[in-house]
């Protein structure tokens, strides 16, 4: 274990000898102390989705002390829209085992997300970390089980086109370079979410691939493993925040935006889970997909619309939703198929040894696969909240443990075929649709908001100001109004360029 530690990229794990879970204030002092740590930075997620700093210079022990222990006041109505600025002020408390060596600061500095208190000294019922919390401790009082995810996180690097080893448009999936031209910039923030703690399973580069006005856009994908639903979240936000920095440091522009033109591939957030029970994945049983795994479907088929409402948040969301570009339109799951809107990857469940087969020299490794099963949410993308569509994620599949006609709602929704061919057609008639913009997705909350708000997991503001900013968009008939009109269609995206 000692050894595993030391060769963690997170500097407070190496130093601290002990897992980021196990850290308390007096290490977090610690580590400071011994390594020339001279300000703080308290991180947290606000309304628009993104990560807000607090800056502390550490003038002295006592001083350190007092912010890691009581936090600080700030100004909750500049960061939520349901707080009026009459009764506006929060705490935020620091979280120790978010805690991380900031790769950017010139000044050595460490970084913690934090939670937020009312006045009350409670956590707010309406903070999408608080929110996550819920529905994550409300998942195993319900099923007795974990609820683990992780996200595959594209976004679009961009540049002055050096029209050298032009890549394919739109075969970009895994290209290596010269055709490739980011890929050491995606390594390099790789390695930077390491070091903030991130648990990353691989990156490369994706579909999308096409120049545009002199400028080259290059979409790529960092991947994490599964780990516990509210880890999940924070290593994505810190993940989206090591990228744009890395890339302002680059000169490039970054996007995690789910529409960039016409006819190229918007980018996705597709987010896979896992079902723990002492430490034993339960995705599986028998090498076939267990009950418990689809049980967990169909609460998401159930749910799917309004799911949207937290994953797919503004106008051009719903232009990456059609058919034929690689994103859902349907409420339907499948084995290894593209066209679903729950997939169920491969998962290792062959009974060979592909190792000895591919390395002859290898003798058996009788290593279990099992844990690898995941099943992927493929709706959001980048526009996301993420810590709310982790959570209403977590409701969903904890309502397939509370309907009685789960396992008849999966074999209904089940599909093993290419929906969109012609050949299919009756198929995909008898399937549920998504909604179209960001008015039905709210309309479809409102329908289903009862679920969410159970146990007090979605705060009934929460869920109101959701649906408000939804309707706000009026993008009702958008589709149709921007179809063959392209201009009109960058115009959008450039609004809501940087989105999540």
Not at 301 to 309: E, G, H, N, R
Not at 378 to 406: K, T
Request: charged content about 20%.
């Amino acid at each position: 274990m000692n050894q595993e530690l030391s060769m963690n990229a997170n500097q407070l794990v190496a130093y601290l000898q002990k897992p980021t879970s196990e850290f308390t204030k007096a290490d977090i002092i610690s580590f400071i102390q011994q390594n020339n740590i001279r300000m703080v930075n308290f991180m947290y997620p606000a309304g628009d989705g993104r990560l807000k700093t607090l800056n502390f210079v550490i003038n002295n022990q006592a001083y350190l002390e007092a912010i890691l222990t009581c936090g600080e006041r700030v100004d909750g109505s500049s960061l939520f829209s349901f707080i009026e600025a009459g009764s506006s002020d929060l705490y935020v408390i620091p979280r120790f085992r978010t805690a991380f060596v900031d790769p950017f600061a010139e000044i050595p500095t460490l970084a913690m997300l934090c939670s937020f208190f009312n006045k009350d000294g409670q956590p707010l019922e309406s903070s999408p970390e608080h929110t996550l919390h819920k529905a994550s401790t409300t998942f195993t009082d319900v099923t007795g089980m974990e609820f683990q995810a992780m996200g595959e996180l594209e976004y679009y690097v961009i540049a002055p086109d050096t029209d050298t080893f032009q890549a394919t448009d739109q075969r970009g999936y895994h290209e290596s370079g010269p055709y490739a031209k980011f890929n050491e910039f995606r390594t390099q923030c790789m390695s930077y979410i390491a070091q903030t703690g991130g648990q990353i399973k691989y990156g490369h580069s994706e579909v999308g691939n096409f120049t545009l006005d002199d400028y080259i856009y290059e979409q790529n994908e960092i991947e994490f493993l599964p780990v516990r639903v509210e880890e999940a979240a924070d290593q994505l936000m810190v993940a989206k925040w090591v990228i744009r920095n890395l890339g302002f440091e680059y000169g490039y522009n970054v996007t995690f935006a789910p529409k960039i033109t016409a006819g190229k591939a918007g980018s996705g957030l597709h987010i896979h889970m896992r079902i723990v029970k002492d430490g034993k994945n339960q995705m599986l049983k028998d090498g076939v997909l267990s009950e418990t795994a689809r049980k967990a479907i169909a609460g998401m088929m159930v749910l799917a619309p309004s799911i949207t409402a937290f994953g797919n948040t503004n106008p051009t969301s719903y232009f990456r939703l059609v058919p034929h570009q690689e994103a859902p339109t349907n409420v339907c799951w499948g084995d290894r198929n593209r066209s679903v809107l729950v997939r169920v990857p491969l998962g290792w469940a062959a009974k060979s040894d592909m190792c000895v087969l591919a390395n002859p020299l290898e003798s058996e490794s009788h290593y279990d696969t099992s844990q690898k099963q995941t099943v992927e949410m493929r709706s959001p993308d980048g526009s996301a909240d993420i810590y709310q569509l982790l959570a209403g994620l977590a409701v969903a599949c904890r309502h397939g443990f509370e309907i009685e006609n789960a396992l008849d709602i999966a074999a209904k929704t089940y599909v093993n075929v290419n929906i969109h061919q012609k050949e299919n057609e009756d198929k995909l008639k008898s399937l549920a649709q998504l909604p179209d913009s960001c008015v039905a997705s709210a309309d479809c909350l409102q329908q289903q908001r009862a679920i969410f708000e159970q146990y007090n997991v979605f705060s009934p503001s929460m869920i109101e100001g959701i649906i408000r900013k939804l309707r706000s968009y009026e993008d009702k008939t958008l589709r149709a109004e921007l179809e063959g009109n392209p201009q009109a269609m960058l115009d959008l995206v450039n609004k809501y360029f940087h989105c999540g």
